[in-house]
């Protein structure tokens, strides 16, 4: 078994830091001090393909630049790293959707994957024009993947729903391969849709008794479907050659966080509509109230996973920490419990990459997990990297 790897495109920005942003954080919070330019992106793609990674997410929302954008000019800038971009249905025609991943699928083939956010704060869709509430939001999710997926089996589609109203839609060209889809939700309204339409469903990293009920609850439901489904998880890491190398970095970063920081933060993900940011905000909640939360092992919420990151970050709030060792250990944990893909990210981005692409990856391929990227470097002199530090 090979397991798929992506890395994360900060298109906010970059930092030695923790970079708040999404779901509910305030613009400003923990900000980056690494501009998102298009060069520094494409040193970023240019090593996690070299790695042999499958992807790279990118995200979406009012605090990132465009992500259709964005990839669509980051893939001029590589050769085959496909790009999981991250859109919201109900901000777009379904048609216009289709359209453009088919387009992206045309002058770049396979290298689009599109991850379905239907959006957890209701302020921020609103601020886009959109009024629907949180279970309308996955009910229209529904419509809108059932008049993609006819567009690319080259349907003429009509389509008078409770949302959508469709008129004799077609594609000029069909997407070759059809891109996968990617959909995550905690919430008792994301289950049905999923185990519907994904091709992939997407956690963020909780503990791994959490994780095993989610894989069997969506599996039964894609079961019932007659659909079976691929599962992947979302994760920060901080990987080093010793443990304690990597709890030290992890104590800088929690060090570096100013408790109004904190408030602020926490103050707008407490707003959150998101079931899984509330997953995320209950893993940290009683170390952030005690005040204990300065010292990143108290965050360790069982071995090797740290909520630290949820501090200031929506979204994937929690981090593997550890030697290389552990981390590989952690990850063979999470495959065992039947996920697929691992979604990875960390500070910086392109550091971290190369930690975890000449630490992690090679025990990972030594146990047969790992079998993508032909050499355990990514090309180029990296400065940061002591010599033989893998």
Known sequence: MS????????????????????????????????????????????????????????????????????????????????????????????????????????????????????????????SYGDHLGKDDRYARADEF????????????????????????????????????????????AAGPVAAEHSDVYLTWGEPPPAVAEKIAWIRELAAQRGRSIRFGIRLHVITRDTAAEAWAQADNLVGALGEDVVAAA?????????EGQRRMLALHESNRRSGDWRQARNLEITPNLWSGVGLVRGGAGTALVGSHSEVTDRIAEYAALGIDEFVLSGYPHLEELYWFGEGVLPQLRARGLFEHGTTDAAAGNVPFLAAGSR
Request: proline content about 7%; some cysteine.
């Open 3 to 126: 397991l798929d790897f992506h890395w994360f495109l900060p298109t906010y920005g970059d930092s030695r830091l923790i970079v708040g942003g999404g779901h509910g954080t305030p613009a400003g919070v923990a900000g980056g001090d690494r501009r998102a330019s298009i060069s520094y992106l494409s040193s970023i793609v240019r090593a996690a393909e070299e790695f042999g990674f499958v992807g790279a997410l990118t995200p979406t929302g009012a605090w990132c630049e465009d992500a259709f954008l964005t990839t669509a000019m980051l893939a001029r800038e590589s050769e085959k790293l496909a790009f999981l971009v991250a859109f919201r249905p109900g901000l777009i025609s379904p048609t216009l959707a289709a359209q453009m991943a088919a387009t992206f699928s045309r002058h770049a083939p396979g290298r689009i994957l599109l991850n379905v956010v239907t959006g957890g704060e209701a302020h921020e869709q609103r």
């Open 145 to 188: 993947l059932s008049v993609v997926r006819r567009l690319w089996a080259g349907e003429t589609v009509t389509h008078k729903g409770r949302f959508l109203d469709i008129e004799g839609a077609t594609l000029p060209s069909l997407p070759d391969p059809v891109p996968p889809l990617y959909f995550g939700g905690s919430s008792p």
């Open 266 to 274: 926490q103050e707008g993900l407490a707003r959150s509509e998101s």
